[in-house]
């Protein structure tokens, strides 16, 4: 879709487009079979300021808006899911707090790390028993002194293994209270930290998902992001912008997915003709085509709205809500579009498959965003 884009932003995305073609698509199917994350490609991209977009240049960053953010992220998931979640994690999630929440001397010490690819960034919020009702979490952090010890396992989490510094939320009151959780952040290497079990997972495979476990975990109150009790109410705010990049994932799929099957409709010949001349095919990319364009104003709106500083929770929720599932749509058709040869490992259609399901169920499932948005429609 053609929107009246600044020069910046198309420069942006044509950097991005140029590295994913060069550095990440020649190596997507050995990455995803063997489900290796790879780490080099994330120092790359730190060299072209792509870890740190919106990160402010004294910080260490890029200083650009959401939308060349969002830009970047379809850039990339065009090409591969799994990187462009990694991505997406790293910036939105655990340096979106840290810039967010973080006082001026936690930001002046782990933002330049996180923005130059130096440090992979992890969040940590989700557990074992509690991924939607994340607040009822059971992982505690106590005061001791002058410092904080943690216990408890964080699952699920992108760079669980290799993230260098974490952003985790932990519960520091009462279960099921209000205000009881506060956000800390912990670098690898101190003692009682460590990543756990690495996900086999569906897709997304080149994105690392594992384990966070905290034994006895000791951390200084430094380390401690804003008040004490102010955890829950911060990760709600970083999951809004989160999003809006789980939004532009989906659509940097279905995007690829799209074009895989335009062109292949053309090549096809059934009945002595492309396969692009039947209805049944056509309509489904003239519906592809439309959702996408769809999403992608959602998503727009919301990447405006969060570079003016404005609320956007609705908006966030309804670009993540509708664009994932324009995604697994898109998706599925194109592999129907590619009949038996969609099936295999020999087209790109059958990973954009498989990675767009977990836009659906990442930062907010489908039914959250859906409780998310009622919620704000019956405010009025
Ligand atoms: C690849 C991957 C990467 C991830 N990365 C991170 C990360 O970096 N950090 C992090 O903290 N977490 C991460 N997550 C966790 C993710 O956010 C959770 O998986 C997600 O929030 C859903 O939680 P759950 O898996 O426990 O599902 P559940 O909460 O158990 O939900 C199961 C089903 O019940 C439905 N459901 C639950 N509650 C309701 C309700 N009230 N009304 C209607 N339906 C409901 C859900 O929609 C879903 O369909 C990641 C997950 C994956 C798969």
Redesign the pocket.
Known sequence: MEFATEELTRQVGQTARDFANQYIKPYVMEWDESQHFPHEVFAGLGRLGLMGVVVPEEYGGSGLSYIEYVTVIQEIAKVCGGIG?SLA?HNS?CTGHILAFGNETQRKKFLPRLASGEAIG?????EAN?????GNMQCTAVKDGKDWVLNGT?N????GISGQIAVVVARTGEPRTRNNATAFIVERGTPGFSGGKK?N?LG?RA?E?AEMIFDQCRISDENRLGEVGDGFRQALAVLDGGRISIAALSIGIAKGAMEAAIQYSKERHQFDQPISNFQGISFKLADMATEIAAAELLTFQAADLKNRHLPMTRQAAMAKYYASEVAVRTSNDAVQIFGGYGYTKDFPVEKFYRDSK?CT????????QK?VIAREVLKG
């Not at 699920?156 to 760079?159: A, C, F, N």
């Not at 169920?361 to 959250?368: D, K, L, M, R, V």
């Open positions: 979640l994690a999630l992890a969040w940590g919020l989700t509690t991924g939607s009702d994340a964080k699920w989490i992108t760079h996900e997972k997304m994105s998902t977990l169920i990442g930062e907010g499932t489908s039914e959250i409780i």
